[in-house]
């Protein structure tokens, strides 16, 4: 395969006949060789996105912020949040747009739209979950908190923070329909973009009310959390970008329903995969707060999933834990451990695997997809489901 970069042919122009079929189960189907490629290629669009995220942030504090007592703190703050994470959802939306387009900055900056939405829901969701760390820094509500804390204002710290952090989210909401109204595509294009745009910001909020009633002292069923895990976090992390990316490059109704089908399978595996970071992973891994989901009483899917599979004892122990003090160290050991003997993350791992396959061999039988999309597509697949962070 050539060497991948963003300004490379457009998809389609002698790259046609390459699929991704026949890897071993479990595994990328790409080599080391082209797997070394397509992460230089993803890592300059997430370069060039940051870049230009960054450089409309910049102009719309100069234009809006600037002047406001605490500015100075209020940019590193914005840019923090605007500039940090892996940059997935932009990706996937560009990713989109080349499945039918050739390169282009306009691209990246429709691309760099889905970042600063991605912001806007990091903030408020802190903010709702009472999470004290992001990306293994405060959050912003905490930082805010600190803030007006540290200038002797009147009033309650906490409530400062809270307050400011989803006002910040609110800003960063309309930043982001702004930058892909003035991102330089063509009206026609943003036509069809748009309903792709709506449901990802529609389907994001009422995931989010939905997973806040979504507490594991209620013993919700295994499939009712799958069905809110795609409405809050799958469709919105991996389908409607990369559905909006191909939305605006003007991609065909069949191949738009390949790309929405794939996004579905591997919206699920990502979240799949972000429960068991929620409930074992460390914070030096996640940036949050280690087994985050527990401590909160988050009904994640395998925390249902192994309530479906307990032996009536370990249900009954299970019941005592959920009702436990969430920051009893000895208390969290003792749920993962439970959880892990029920087999329930053996049967989330396999249910990631079994969707991220199912969506490579999905887009490697789609006659409308290049070679060079069809690799990428089948990378940012296994990449959502091998991930640790």
Same mark, same amino acid.
């Given at each position: 395969?050539?060497?991948?970069? #963003? ?16 890897? #071993? #189960? ?104 009472? @999470? ?12 805010? %908190?600190?803030?007006?804390? @540290? ?149 994640? $899917? ?19 834990? $959920? ?9 969290? %050991? ?23 396959? %199912? ?31």
């Amino acid at each position: 395969m050539q060497h991948l970069r #963003p300004e490379g042919p457009a998809v389609g122009e002698g790259e046609r006949g390459r699929t991704d079929r026949g890897a #071993p #189960p479990g595994s990328s189907p790409l080599g080391d060789g082209e797997r070394s490629d397509l992460e230089s290629w993803s890592t300059n669009v997430r370069a060039r996105t940051r870049e230009l995220v960054l450089d409309f942030v910049h102009a719309q504090w100069a234009n809006h912020v600037r002047g406001v007592e605490g500015d100075d703190f209020l940019s590193d703050l914005l840019g923090e949040y605007a500039a940090s994470g892996k940059y997935l959802r932009s990706t996937l939306t560009y990713l989109g747009w080349r499945c039918g387009a050739k390169a282009g900055e306009h691209a990246f900056r429709a691309a760099g739209s889905a970042e600063l939405l991605h912001a806007a829901a990091l903030l408020q969701d802190d903010v709702m979950d009472d @999470s004290a760390l992001r990306r293994g820094r405060p959050a912003a509500h905490v930082q805010l %908190e600190q803030w007006h804390r @540290s200038r002797g204002v009147p009033g309650s710290s906490s409530r400062f923070g809270r307050s400011a952090a989803t006002l910040l989210g609110n800003l960063f909401l309309v930043w982001a329909e702004q930058m892909l109204r003035e991102s330089g595509m063509s009206a026609a294009a943003l036509a069809r973009g748009w309903p792709y745009y709506d449901a990802m910001r529609s389907e994001l909020a009422v995931g989010q009310f939905v997973d806040l009633l979504n507490d594991a002292r209620r013993k919700p069923c295994f499939r009712h959390v799958l069905d809110v895990m795609s409405r809050k976090s799958g469709n919105y992390s991996v389908r409607r970008p990369l559905e909006l990316g191909a939305a605006l490059a003007g991609c065909s109704p069949p191949l738009l329903e390949v790309l929405g089908g794939y996004g579905d399978l591997v919206g699920q595996a990502f979240q799949l995969r972000d429960d068991l970071l929620g409930t074992f992973g460390e914070a030096s891994a996640t940036g949050k707060p280690s087994a985050h989901d527990l401590r909160t009483h988050k009904a994640t $899917s395998v925390v249902a999933l192994a309530y479906e599979l307990a032996t009536p004892t370990a249900r009954g122990e299970m019941d005592r834990l $959920s009702q436990a003090d969430a920051s009893d160290e000895d208390d969290i %050991e003792s749920w993962q451990i439970l959880l892990a003997a029920t087999g329930a993350v053996d049967v989330v791992e396999n249910l990631m695997r079994s969707r991220v396959e %199912e969506a490579v061999r999905l887009v490697g039988q789609c006659p409308d997809l290049g070679g060079l999309c069809r690799g990428l597509l089948a990378d940012m697949a296994f990449r959502c489901f091998e991930r640790t962070t």
